[in-house]
């Protein structure tokens, strides 16, 4: 769970002058087991194809901007979650994460596959498989770099494993100004010196053409988290 407490802002408003236009094709992972359990429930293409729209109807409204998008980029912002994320508060509209290369969306995959993990009883003494789809977007928008100066002097806050305070206050006075910051680049806290970065307005992201994905099989453990695809592994030590 992570923890947040009220300090002071730990930047100067000046350093928001260090917004600049920006240019990044960015990696992203998604389970991708959504279809096989609803083909569990149905006995034909017919009754698969209904499913998936009752199943449509009963999501929340995709927000303004993102109908264009397609499903892999416009469903972060569709969701309100309960639980906060480093640049997102609890119930705040949703945002997109992506990070520069494919390592560090496993590195970021691979912490909260295991935190899931250990957090159900009913799985952390044995092990579960999961599959993802690794897909490439493009990001071009107004940009503010955690990782360059100055506010790489508060890099610390920016990486906190478990209180996301700073992070939320900061993305609260990004959203606020104007012009709008599409989007803030920082340091992964799961992957040193890899960068990560979190997206705020949809109409900054779009898809490759052809797009770009790749299949990636994860299988976590109490002890570690593995992931592989075709030629390519790399295991993280949990313990």
């Given at each position: ?37 609803t ?15 009752l ?6 409204p ?5 109908a ?10 569709r969701y309100?979650s309960p639980?906060?994320s480093?640049?997102?508060r609890?119930?705040?509209?949703g ?19 295991w935190?899931?993990?250990m ?18 977007a ?14 790489s ?11 996301y ?5 900061l993305?609260?006075?990004v ?8 989007a803030?680049?920082?340091?992964s ?7 990560c970065?979190?997206?705020f ?22 002890q570690?988290?593995?992931f ?12």
């Amino acid at each position: 769970m992570t923890r947040e407490s009220s300090p002071r802002p730990a930047w100067k408003n000046r350093w928001f002058d260090t917004a600049a236009p920006a240019r990044a094709d960015l990696w992203r992972g998604v389970e991708a087991q959504h279809r096989v359990a609803t083909m569990r429930l149905v006995d034909n293409l017919a009754e698969q194809d209904m499913l998936e729209q009752l199943l449509e109807a009963s999501k929340p409204p995709l927000p303004p901007g993102t109908a264009r998008l397609g499903y892999l980029l416009s469903t972060p912002f569709r969701y309100a979650s309960p639980w906060p994320s480093r640049f997102r508060r609890a119930d705040h509209p949703g945002v997109w994460y992506g990070a520069d290369n494919v390592l560090t969306v496993a590195a970021e995959l691979a912490y909260w596959r295991w935190r899931f993990f250990m957090d159900s009883d009913g799985l952390k003494d044995g092990h579960l498989v999961t599959e993802h789809t690794f897909f490439r977007a493009r990001f071009s928008g107004l940009q503010l770099d955690l990782m360059g100066e100055p506010w790489s002097r508060q890099r610390a806050a920016w990486r906190n494993p478990s209180d996301y305070a700073a992070c939320h206050a900061l993305a609260d006075a990004v959203r606020g100004r104007t012009p709008p910051v599409a989007a803030i680049r920082y340091e992964s806290a799961r992957r040193e010196g890899a960068a990560c970065t979190v997206v705020f307005a949809p109409a900054a992201l779009s898809l490759p053409s052809p797009p770009r994905q790749q299949t990636w099989v994860c299988k976590t453990t109490r002890q570690a988290v593995m992931f592989l695809h075709d030629s390519d592994s790399v295991e993280f030590d949990m313990r």
